[in-house]
């Protein structure tokens, strides 16, 4: 038990008693034995039990609790509590007064909101009670230490704070914690109630017409700390806990997460002192960040470098990169994070610890509900409840609504598990039948945005997601996208190249939807490896091609965009598969054009245009005379672009869903750029306007910047500056959000030239 002292008079225990004495009188009279039968059945005098119960032996050795303990019939969680409250009492007898001190940190860093709102709850005249929660490690102890010291003068009859041991084998009972808090606030031991009731009334009774701050340190549930909770206002409760005791009820809850990216930072620094850390940001940045900005971690490792002089914040950050050993690195004395984890995890049920575990094989950041019942067998509702606990427990994030995440180092300490308790076949076979699941559910999704002719379901397809409409794919397929690019390499690895192809070419037109994906450069990757190790060249063409897609539309990566659709056209010659030499010549048409090659570029337009034609590909055809004209503006002959860009507008791309809107928004961003090439100003902003409404397809921003930075070159030269001045802010800003940073330097070039026009 610890109690913050302040300038305020403090409780302190009196004289007569001690709560181990208090403890042994209660028990000895629940056993109804007088001091002489009990002295007879332990072997202790009576006069030592006399001084034990009045307080003047504060803490008996071991082997006289043990003797008291045997001879009282104690089981072995009363054992214990009591050989505690005897050590407790000798550490007490040794410390200097004040006798109860909740420790603070000079380096305390951070929590600006949190103990704002503390302060807020605390000096409030409504709220009696808060409940610090979050996960191990986060320094809610710390944090309530700091609130004490804050909070010390707005509570002139002191502060009390009881450990609860809640994360123990055995927490502090509600009634052993009552005799804590009322000796500490000043009530006679021999006037302590044996029964339960009677003491939780006294203690309520005491605090009426108080201003006290009461903490309990490390509450294990509700059951046992609702019956510390004051119902009378002046008093104050602040409550830490692993878990939100979403029971309690008139409590306020405050969640502590990891620190932010500048805290952790500075304390770090303040831990080290500037002459360790001046010079050594990007190291200090990466130390925070393999500790994941956990507080606990980040004390380790200040610690550590603090032992050793010698060390570089950089040597220590080699050791913690590996991440088979970062656990082990994160341990300073008696502190370690791996010890914080197993105390969480040592208290779940069979169940909960093998889902907590198994979600290390998940291949992305975060899960929903469906995903993780893959894991273990169990039904979606139930899982989402198994989940639900471990975020209680502190164990898991709930980043949004539904979605699931471990912490980066919950997840090492879950791999741990892994290898600890299951077998390393049991585990492949589940990673195996995660990725099957993922890749049949982004298969059937993609489904919902093909154009006719696409293959059918897998053959002897299992359970899997399915969606209802082509709103609920998109959004599954946008939730769990880093899930099923990496199930990906696990299905590679198991041969399973078919599955590849399949789910590849039925997420072909989505793609198109959501272009700036990084997830397309793998898929479509695996895509061209599966059909090489098939021996499918045409397939192989086909998934090259899609790759050219991705590195050019999707990343801007031009120069690798042209070497691999000349690859997929090799390929596509050899088969003789007139479709994909189309699309390959389509695809480097465009590449020769973004690499400022505009005579190669009108070329390879044309020979896709005439292949297209060829097979019946209006789709094509219209891609590859849209990019036709541009090369032909790009090579001064604006007139003839106009022309042509004219006359494909209007013109259907097939049957494609969706397809036909897209390419008219394209060609009509075309025919504004041929105007503004022609410099006749009216008539490209009057074009660029028709073209800045959003869109259905996602990750258009850098679409709409070009619209914008076209409009505002319009407007400057038909005089209207302050309006061209704010298109140009909005196009850099979308240039930058969809990553081309040559753009929105471009554009940023571009506002100061026009100045301030305001």
């Given amino acids: 038990m610890t109690s913050h002292a302040s300038e305020a008079p403090q409780p302190e225990i009196p004289s007569g008693g001690t709560a181990f004495g208090v403890m042994l009188r209660s028990l000895r009279r629940a056993a109804r034995l007088t001091l002489e039968e009990l002295s007879e059945a332990s072997g202790v005098s009576v006069r030592a039990l006399g001084d034990l119960e009045r307080g003047r032996s504060r803490g008996p050795q071991r082997r006289t609790v043990d003797a008291l303990a045997t001879a009282l019939r104690l089981d072995a969680e009363q054992r214990e509590r009591l050989q505690r409250l005897a050590d407790a009492g000798r550490e007490r007898a040794a410390a200097p007064a004040p006798p109860y001190l909740l420790r603070t940190v000079q380096d305390f860093t951070g929590r600006r909101q949190e103990l704002a709102d503390l302060e807020a709850l605390a000096t409030g005249t409504r709220t009696r009670a808060a409940v610090l929660f979050g996960p191990g490690g986060q320094g809610k102890t710390t944090l309530a230490a700091e609130a004490v010291r804050r909070l010390s003068g707005a509570f002139p009859d002191g502060s009390v704070c009881v450990q609860l041991h809640g994360m123990s084998e055995a927490p502090l009972p509600p009634a052993e914690a009552l005799v804590l808090l009322l000796t500490a606030l000043g009530q006679p031991p021999d006037r302590i109630p044996v029964d339960p009731v009677a003491r939780e009334a006294l203690y309520r009774s005491t605090l009426t017409g108080r201003r006290a701050l009461i903490v309990l340190d490390d509450a294990a549930d509700e059951a046992r700390t609702r019956p510390l909770l004051p119902d009378a206002e002046g008093s104050f409760v602040l409550v830490t806990s692993r878990r939100p005791l979403a029971g309690l009820e008139g409590v306020r809850r405050i969640r502590l997460g990891g620190l932010s990216g500048g805290e952790s930072a500075r304390l770090l620094g303040r831990i080290l002192g500037a002459p360790r850390t001046d010079g050594q940001s990007e190291a200090i940045t990466r130390l925070t960040e393999l500790c994941g900005h956990l507080p606990l971690a980040l004390r380790i490792v200040g610690n550590r470098l603090s032992s050793r002089p010698s060390w570089t914040p950089a040597r220590l950050v080699g050791q913690l990169a590996d991440e088979e050993r970062r656990l082990s690195g994160l341990v300073a004395g008696d502190l370690a994070v791996r010890s914080a984890l197993a105390l969480s995890y040592g208290q779940l049920t069979a169940p909960h610890r093998l889902l907590l575990r198994r979600l290390a094989l998940i291949p992305g950041h975060d899960t929903g509900a469906e995903l993780a019942a893959v894991l273990t067998g169990e039904d979606p509702p139930t899982t989402e409840g198994s989940l639900d606990l471990l975020v209680d427990r502190g164990l898991l994030e709930e980043t949004a609504p539904g979605r699931y995440a471990l912490h980066d180092l919950v997840r090492l300490f879950a791999h741990e598990q892994l290898a600890a308790e299951e ?124 790759l050219a897609w991705a590195h050019s539309v999707g990343a801007y990566q031009y120069v690798e965009g042209e070497r691999l659709a000349r690859r997929a056209l090799e390929l596509a010659t050899e088969t003789g598969a007139l479709g994909e030499q189309a699309w390959a010549w389509a695809y480097i048409s465009g590449a020769c054009l973004s690499l400022e090659r505009p005579g190669e570029a009108a070329e390879a337009a044309e020979r896709a245009s005439r292949l297209f034609e060829e097979t019946g590909d209006t789709a094509g055809r219209a891609v590859s005379q849209r990019v036709l004209g541009k090369a032909l503006r790009e090579s001064g002959r604006a007139e003839e672009a106009l022309t042509l860009h004219r006359a494909l507008l209007g013109t259907s791309a097939g049957d494609v869903p969706g397809l036909d809107a897209y390419v008219e928004a394209l060609l009509r961003q075309e025919i504004a750029n041929d105007l503004l090439a022609l410099e006749r100003w009216p008539e490209a902003a009057a074009a660029y306007r028709a073209v800045t409404a959003p869109l259905s397809h996602g990750d258009l921003d850098r679409f709409h910047a070009q619209a914008l930075t076209g409009l505002a070159t319009a407007l400057r030269h038909c005089g209207e500056l302050t309006e061209a001045r704010t298109h140009l802010v909005r196009a850099r800003e979308l240039f930058t959000a969809a990553g081309d940073t040559t753009a929105a330097s471009n554009t940023a070039t571009a506002i100061e030239e026009l100045g301030d026009v305001g």
């Fill in 423 to 546: 077998a390393e076949s049991a585990a492949a076979e589940v990673r195996l039948r995660v990725a099957d699941w993922l890749l049949r559910s982004a298969s059937a999704a993609g489904r919902r945005f093909e154009a006719p002719g696409a293959p059918e379901p897998w053959a002897g397809e299992t359970a899997a997601f399915a969606p209802g409409s082509a709103g609920a794919a998109e959004e599954w397929l946008t939730a769990e996208r880093a899930n099923w690019a990496g199930a990906l390499p696990v299905l590679f690895a198991a041969d399973r190249h078919a599955e590849i192809l399949h789910v590849s070419r039925t997420l072909y037109w989505f793609s198109d939807r959501r272009h700036q994906w990084p997830e397309w450069r793998t898929l479509f990757s695996f895509g061209a490896r599966s059909a090489a190790a098939l021996g499918d060249r045409t397939a192989e063409a086909h998934q090259l091609n899609c």
